[in-house]
T-cell receptor
Framework: DQQVKQNSPSLSVQEGRISILNCDYTNSMFDYFLWYKKYPAEGPTFLISISSIKDKNEDGRFTVFLNKSAKHLSLHIVPSQPGDSAVYFCAASANSGNTPLVFGKGTRLSVIA | GAVVSQHPSRVICKSGTSVKIECRSL??????MFWYRQFPKQSLMLMATSNEGSKATYEQGVEKDKFLINHASLTLSTLTVTSAHPEDSSFYICSANEEEKLFFGSGTQLSVL
C-alpha cells in the first residue's frame, strides 16, 4: 500500500507559467512533508518543507500548500524555468521528521522554453 | 547547507564480487544515516537505517547478509553489496539528518555484469 502518492508521472509546462505538482498521503501520522528535486544519476536535492502546523510555506519561486483534511499537498513553482526540469519527489515523515522519509514515485516536470 | 558525500558515483562489477559504497557527512555529525535504493521509474525505497555504533535496522524484504551496513563513526556509513548479482544493479543513495532536513549523497549507480 503506497502511503505517499504522486498520481501524475509527468507534467509539461511552458516557461514562465506556473507548475503545480500534487501529492496525496494516507497515513494520518505524517506531520512533516518535504519536496525534493532530482536530476538523472544524481541524489535528490532538498527544495522545501512544511510542518503540519502550517498550511503554506514559501521560499522564493517555490510554495508548498498543505491541506490536512484532504491529506493533500502541492508544490507550486512560479515562474517555471527550463532549469526546473527534473523529477520531483514528495516525501512524508512522522514524529516531526525524525523517522525515515516515505517517498512518492515522483513527477517528471518538463519546462518548455 | 549540509553536505553528504557519497562515492563511488558509478561502479561496474562482475557477478559474484562485492562492492563497497561510502557515505560521509562532511560538515556535521550524523548519528543516523539512511540507505535508499531506486529502480528506474520508481520511488526511492528505504533499505535500512544505519545507527552509529550499533547494528543497522533493515526494512522488510532487505537481506541484511547481502547488504552489509557499517556505521563506525559519526561521519561515515558504508554499504557493502556482497556477492553482487545483476538484479542488484540499481541506483543507491545515502542520506543523513541534520535538524529536520534530510540531505542526500549524490548516489551510486551500480551495474553488475
Amino acid at each position: 500500500d503506497q502511503q505517499v502518492k504522486q498520481n501524475s508521472p509527468s507534467l509539461s509546462v511552458q516557461e514562465g507559467r506556473i507548475s503545480i505538482l500534487n501529492c496525496d498521503y494516507t497515513n494520518s501520522m505524517f506531520d512533516y512533508f518535504l519536496w525534493y528535486k532530482k536530476y538523472p544519476a544524481e541524489g535528490p536535492t532538498f527544495l522545501i518543507s512544511i510542518s503540519s502546523i502550517k498550511d503554506k510555506n514559501e521560499d522564493g519561486r517555490f510554495t508548498v500548500f498543505l491541506n490536512k483534511s484532504a491529506k493533500h499537498l502541492s508544490l507550486h513553482i512560479v515562474p517555471s524555468q527550463p532549469g526546473d526540469s527534473a523529477v520531483y519527489f514528495c516525501a512524508a515523515s512522522a514524529n516531526s521528521g525524525n523517522t525515515p522519509l516515505v517517498f512518492g514515485k515522483g513527477t517528471r516536470l518538463s519546462v518548455i522554453a | 547547507g549540509a553536505v553528504v558525500s557519497q562515492h563511488p558515483s558509478r561502479v561496474i562489477c562482475k557477478s559474484g564480487t562485492s562492492v563497497k559504497i561510502e557515505c560521509r557527512s562532511l560538515d556535521f555529525q550524523a548519528t543516523t544515516m539512511f540507505w535508499y535504493r531506486q529502480f528506474p521509474k520508481q520511488s526511492l525505497m528505504l533499505m535500512a537505517t544505519s545507527n552509529e555504533g550499533s547494528k543497522a535496522t533493515y526494512e522488510q524484504g532487505v537481506e541484511k547478509d547481502k547488504f552489509l551496513i557499517n556505521h563506525a563513526s559519526l561521519t561515515l556509513s558504508t554499504l557493502t553489496v556482497t556477492s553482487a548479482h545483476p538484479e542488484d544493479s540499481s541506483f543507491y543513495i545515502c542520506s543523513a539528518n541534520e535538524e529536520e532536513k534530510l540531505f542526500f549523497g549524490s548516489g551510486t549507480q551500480l551495474s553488475v555484469l
